[in-house]
């Protein structure tokens, strides 16, 4: 895995991902639950994005061992993926939908974390590795990637503007 550190570095900039996503798309005017919603997806996504690796510890169990083998079926691209476009339908209908997509953002931002380093991930069924580094190494990169992404989705969803304008109209009115 790429270090625990850039897991969560990373984990931060899908929170804001899946925030900036669920206030443009899963909005319109629900008011406080409205704002539950984006704050509930921005906490899933941070979680989410170390969740492919303590969903194979057995921390239930009390003991450190993995009930299954390392980056198998908690790492499955298509899972994760499937997550992501199931909660983005449900958007806006279902209050369950925005944690949902936070979570399934973090965890697919921390396959795309994993998918340089050598062990590579599972997205269809074979593990594939893109090979550029091992763990630990050039997570300045995958860090830096993944804040642009963030940026990137931000200033797509227009997230500053409208939100400022809304909160003005709101005070005027
Ligand atoms: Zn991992």
Redo the contacts with the bound molecule.
């Keep these: 895995?790429?270090s625990s550190k850039a897991?969560h570095a990373t984990g931060f900039a899908a929170g804001v991902i899946a925030a900036a996503v669920v206030a443009r798309i899963g909005g319109g005017s629900h008011g406080g639950a409205f704002y539950v919603g984006v704050l509930m997806s921005f906490v899933a996504g941070v979680g989410g994005s170390t969740a492919?690796?303590w969903l194979e510890v057995a921390w239930w169990s009390g003991s450190r061992r993995l009930w299954i083998a390392h980056?198998t079926l908690t790492?499955w691209g298509i899972g994760w993926i499937a997550l992501l476009a199931v909660s983005y339908r449900e958007l806006g209908h279902s209050v369950y939908a925005a944690p949902a997509f936070g979570f399934g953002c973090g965890g697919l931002m921390?396959l795309l974390a994993?998918w340089p380093n050598p062990l590579g991930v599972p997205w269809i069924a074979r593990r594939h590795s893109l090979n550029l580094w091992n763990s630990g190494h050039c997570d300045l990169i995958v860090v830096a990637a993944s804040w642009a992404a963030a940026w990137f989705v931000g200033r797509h969803m227009g997230l500053p503007d409208i939100h400022g304008l809304d909160l003005l109209q709101q005070l005027r009115l």
């Design positions: 895995m790429a897991h492919p690796d980056r790492h921390h994993d």
